[in-house]
């Protein structure tokens, strides 16, 4: 069993800095692309970073130059480095992880919420 544990969310200020981390807990298992969706109320979710296990990153169009994502593969965990955050940042933010225990699946962690107030 495999679970994704995050932190760090909360509230902000507009040009402000947050971190965002995320564990996977559990054992045996095997780490793929690592990444970062949000959702914001009344919009689909959307993917906001990815990383893979060589630390290769992409980023959406709306957060590059602002937001870093990178790993730990010893550690099995995942950060996401917001700064100059806007209103628009606003939403629920999920870690999301593509993981081999024995089949590859994608596993979600359960949310964490960002507000950046103007």
């Known amino acids: 069993q495999v679970q994704l544990v995050e932190s760090g969310g909360g509230l902000v200020q507009a040009g402000g800095s947050l971190t965002l981390s995320c564990a996977a807990s559990g054992s045996g298992f095997r780490m793929y692309a690592m990444g970062w969706y949000r959702q914001a109320p009344g919009k689909q979710r959307e993917l906001v970073a990815v990383v893979t296990p060589g630390g290769t990153t992409d980023y959406a169009d709306s957060v590059k130059g602002r937001f870093t994502t990178s790993r730990d593969n010893a550690k099995n965990t995942v950060i996401l480095q917001m700064s100059s955050l806007k209103p628009d940042d606003t939403a629920v933010y999920y870690c999301?992880?593509?993981?081999?225990?024995?089949?590859?699946?994608?596993?979600w962690g359960q949310g964490t919420q960002v507000t950046v107030s103007s």
């Open positions: 999301n992880a593509q993981i081999e225990l024995p089949f590859i699946r994608t596993y």
